[in-house]
C-alpha cells in the first residue's frame, strides 16, 4: 500500500511539471503579450503612450527573454519562494489575489459535490431497486431536466423566483458586512443563507448524472448471484441492498471524484458571472482575456493541482473500497 | 456425532406447487407444473433434468428466492419448524418469519462459488454475517466459530483464509468456504443448486465426499440440484426426474436407476456414455429432437413430442402418477393403459 502511495506521489510530481509547462505555454501562445493589449486598451480610449515607456516596462517584465528563460525565472519563484509572480492588472503579487478566491472555490464546490452525493444516492438506490415505478420515472424525468438545463438559466431562473417571492437577492457570497470579516458564526450563517443558491446551481448536473450511473450500475449488481447468496442468508432486504450490490456499485463512482473538482471549477465561471460570486471561475477569464499571464498561468497550475490531487484522493478510496485493486497492485 | 434419529416424517413437503412466471408484454409461463417432493431428515433427493427445466426454480421458491415475477399460483410447501409446520408458499418474501427460516433452517449452496460470494468482503466477514445474523454472538465468537467450520470443510490454514477475498482462492477452496457458510447455523436442510457444475472433476469428487460426510455429522435432509447422473448415483437416496416444469418419474434411486418407467427416464439413462472395450461399443442413442419453449408444451405430457412411445391420450391428457412399486412413481400413459393398447 505504501508503495502504491509513494509510485503514485512520484507520477504526481511528474505530472505537475507537465501541466507547468503546457500552461505556461498556453499563456504565451496568443499573439503579444499584456503590454500590446494594454496599449490597445489605452489607444481605444484615446490616450497616446511613449514608445519609451513601453521599450522600459517591456525590458522590467522580462518579455523580450526567451521562452526557457522566461519559465525558469516562473517557475524557480514558485518552487522556492512560493511565489507567483505579478499580476500586471492588479497590480499586486498573484498570491495575495488567488487564494480567497480559490478557498471560495474549492467550498462552494466541495459543497456541491456533498450535495450531489447526498441526494444522488438515496434516489439513484431507490430508482433501481423499484425499476419501473413512480418514482423511478419521476427520478428519471427530473434527472434529465437537470442534465438538459444550463446552469446559467438555472441560476438566473432561481435569482427571479427568490425575488418574486421572497424579496431578496441572491447574488454573492457574503452579505457587505460580512465581506472581509473574519470567520464567525453570524457569518458562516450568512455566508449559507446564501450559498444554498449556487450549491444547488452548480450540484443539479453532476447530481442528474450521478442517479443515472447509480442506477444503471447497480441495476446490473442487482441481478448477480451473490444477491441471492445474501439473501438466501436471511438478512433483511434493505441490508441485503446496501451491504452487497451498493458496495459494488459505487466503485465506478468513486472513481470520478477525482475529475469533479476541475470540472466543477471550469463549469462555475459562468454561473459565478451570474451569481456574482467572489469564485476563481471569473478571475480566471479576466485574466486570460487581457492577457494577465502570470495570474492566469497561476490559476491553470492550481486547477492542475486540483486535477492531480482530486486523482490521487479517488485512487486511494478506490483501493480503499475495492480488495481487487488494492491487491493488484502488489 | 449428533445422531438424529431417522424418522421418517417428512422435514418439507411440497405439494401439488406450481411456479408462474408473468411477463408485460406476454403470457404467462408455467415453468413448474403440481410439483410433489418431500425431503425426510438425514436423506439426499436429488432433482435431476436438463437446464431450464424448473429444477433450479423449484429450489428456490422453497427459500422464496425467486423474482418479482414469479408466483407460486397453487400448491403448498410445508416445511416441519418443530413447532408445526409452516406452509412457505404463503409467507411474504421478506417477512420476518421467512427470513428466520433461510439460513437458519434452510440453507442454500450456489452453483458458481465465484459469483455467488461478494467480491469486495473477505469469506470470515461472509461467514461472520450469518452466524451473528441468526445467533446473535459476538463478532470474536462468530470468527471463532467461522475459523472452526473452515477447518471441518477442510480448508487449510483456516484462520488466514478467513481474512481471504474470494478472488484469493482457488474454485475448491471458494466452494468449500461456500458450504461452511451454508452450514454456520446446523440446517435442518440443505438445498444444493449444481455445486459442482462449475469444478473440475477431482474436486467435485472431494467436495461430493464433504457433502456426505457433513450429512453424516449433522443429519440434515438435502436437495442436491443436477444434471449428471453420475453425481446422482454418487450422492442421492432418492431422485426426481424433471422435464420441462413436470416430475416425471420419481423414487429410491436405485430402483429408477434399475427399472427407469418413464421414456425420458429411459432416454436420459441410454444417453449416459459408458467405458467399454472396442469391440463392446455401441452407439449413444441421444433423445430426439431439442426442448420445447414452455410456451409450446402440449398441454398433455410435456415429453410428448419426443417421445417414440406416444400415443393417443398423449398430446392433450395429462398423465396421472402412477405407483410403479413401493415409492417409485411415473407420470406416464404407458403404465396406466395396458402395454397391447398402446403399442397398437
Known sequence: MLRFIINRLIAMVLTLWAVSVVAFAIIQLPPGDYLTTYVATLNSNGDRVDPSTIEALRQQYGFGEPFLVQYWKWISGIVGRGDFGQSFEWKAPVTTLIWGRLGNSILIEGLAVFAMWTIALPIGIYAAVRKYSLGDYLATIGGFIGLAVPNFLMALVLMYLSFVWFGTTIGGLFSPEFENAHWSLPRIWDFLSRAWAPVLVLATAGTAELIRILRANLLDELKKPYVTTARAKGLPEWKVILKYPVRVALNPLVSTIGWLLPTLVSSSVIVSVVLNLPTAGPLLLRSLTSQDMYLAGALIMLLGVLTVIGTLVSDLLLAWIDPRIRYGSK | ?344
Do not use: W
Open chain 2, 1 to 344: 456425532m449428533p445422531q438424529i434419529p431417522m424418522a421418517d416424517k417428512p422435514l418439507l413437503t411440497v405439494r401439488n406447487m406450481s411456479i408462474s412466471f408473468s411477463s408485460p408484454d406476454e403470457a404467462d409461463i408455467e415453468a413448474v407444473r403440481q410439483v410433489d417432493l418431500s425431503l425426510t431428515p438425514g436423506k439426499t433427493l436429488a432433482l435431476v433434468g436438463e437446464s431450464g427445466c424448473g429444477k433450479s426454480v423449484t429450489a428456490r421458491a422453497v427459500l422464496r428466492l425467486l423474482d418479482k415475477n414469479a408466483i407460486i399460483p397453487s400448491g403448498e410447501i410445508l416445511f416441519d419448524t418443530g413447532q408445526g409446520a409452516v406452509d412457505i408458499a404463503r409467507l411474504k418474501p421478506d417477512s420476518l418469519a421467512m427470513r428466520s427460516i433461510r439460513g437458519a433452517e434452510i440453507s442454500m449452496i450456489f452453483q458458481e462459488p465465484m459469483s455467488s460470494l461478494s467480491p469486495v468482503h473477505t469469506i470470515g466477514d461472509q461467514i461472520d454475517e450469518f452466524i451473528i445474523l441468526h445467533e446473535r454472538l459476538s463478532p470474536k465468537q462468530a470468527r471463532e466459530r467461522t475459523v472452526a467450520l473452515l477447518d471441518q470443510v477442510g480448508v487449510p490454514g483456516a484462520r488466514d483464509r478467513a481474512n481471504a477475498y474470494p478472488f484469493e482462492l482457488s474454485g475448491g477452496l471458494r466452494q468449500r468456504a461456500m458450504i461452511a457458510m451454508a452450514l454456520a447455523c446446523t440446517p435442518k436442510l440443505l438445498i444444493a443448486d449444481e455445486p459442482t457444475t462449475a469444478l473440475d472433476v477431482t474436486t467435485q469428487a472431494q467436495i461430493l465426499d464433504l457433502l456426505r460426510q457433513l450429512q453424516d455429522d449433522y443429519g440434515m435432509a438435502m436437495l442436491f440440484i443436477t444434471h449428471d447422473l453420475g453425481v446422482v448415483a454418487e450422492v442421492a437416496d432418492e431422485i426426481a426426474v424433471m422435464y420441462l416444469g413436470d416430475v416425471v418419474e420419481q423414487g429410491d434411486v436405485y430402483e429408477v436407476f434399475r427399472r427407469p418407467k418413464h421414456p425420458y427416464t429411459q432416454a436420459l439413462m441410454n444417453s449416459v456414455p459408458r467405458l467399454s472395450r472396442k469391440a463392446d461399443r455401441k452407439r449413444l442413442s441421444p433423445i430426439k429432437g431439442t426442448v420445447p419453449s414452455p410456451r409450446d408444451r402440449p398441454s398433455g405430457c410435456a415429453f410428448t413430442s419426443r417421445c417414440p412411445h406416444a400415443f393417443a391420450p398423449c398430446p392433450a391428457q395429462r398423465p396421472e402418477r402412477t405407483q410403479v412399486s413401493a415409492g417409485h412413481v411415473a407420470r406416464c400413459h404407458l403404465l396406466a393403459h395396458e402395454p397391447a393398447e398402446a403399442l397398437a
